[in-house]
């Protein structure tokens, strides 16, 4: 647990070969034909059981809607949005900027956080708020499409601790984040 929050922070997610979490127009069946040809949840229910509250942006949240069943049932969901209305789903709460999100995580005793969303994860990797990622690739180049990495305000040392290769070429790694030591 680092010193200056009670909680951990994680990252789970899918990408294309070159980096990619959606299309532009937000399309997934490149990851999730990919995902169940691989076979079985490629150890999503066992993350999603040692957690007990979810970040994600609005981009995020959104795309979320259309699934028939709300994803997260028992977790504890915060959004962060600048234009998404108080009140607008008792599922969530809205938060307005990542210190004030940070404020009510620690207040309401979070102790460990599922960071999720593109913008989200680069904002959280900017405040050098994430310790572990488990990055799942698929084997395709999208060429285009809304990123996961991008400028994060410099080197982000990680550690490889394992990787797996599922079914149909679908390989995940797990790295945590170096923590900067004090000088
Ligand atoms: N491949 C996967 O495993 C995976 C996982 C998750 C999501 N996705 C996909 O990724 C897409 C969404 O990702 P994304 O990167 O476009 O967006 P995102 O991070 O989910 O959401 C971006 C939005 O969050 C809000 N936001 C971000 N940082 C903020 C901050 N510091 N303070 C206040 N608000 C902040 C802003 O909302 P406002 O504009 O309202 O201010 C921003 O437009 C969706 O298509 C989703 O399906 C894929």
């Known amino acids: 647990m680092p010193a200056d929050r009670p909680f951990t922070c994680s990252v789970f997610i899918g ?11 937000g399309d997934l069946a490149w990851l999730t034909s990919r995902g169940e040809a691989a076979g079985g949840d490629l150890g999503y229910q066992k993350f999603a059981d040692g957690i007990d509250t979810v970040v994600m942006g609005r981009g995020t ?28 789903d008792p599922r969530i709460t809205v938060h307005r900027d990542l210190d004030r999100l940070l404020r009510a995580l620690a207040e309401r005793g979070a102790t460990s956080v599922y960071v999720d969303g593109g913008q989200v994860i680069r904002a959280f990797l900017r405040a050098g708020l994430i310790d572990e990622m488990t990055i799942t690739t698929v084997p395709v180049l999208l060429g285009t499409g809304l990123p996961l990495f991008g400028p994060v305000g410099g080197d982000v040392p990680l550690t490889h601790r ?14 945590t984040v170096e923590r900067a030591t004090s000088p």
């Not at 990408?15 to 127009?25: K, M, N, Q, V």
Request: proline share 4%; aromatic share 12%.
């Open 162 to 175: 394992s990787t797996q290769v599922f079914g149909a070429g679908v390989v995940q790694s797990t790295y």
């Open 15 to 25: 990408t294309s070969l070159d980096g990619f979490i959606a299309r532009e127009d």
């Open 61 to 88: 949240y959104e795309s979320g809607l259309a699934f028939d069943t709300w994803p997260h049932e028992g977790k504890h969901v915060a959004v962060l949005s600048t234009t998404l209305p108080d009140g607008a």
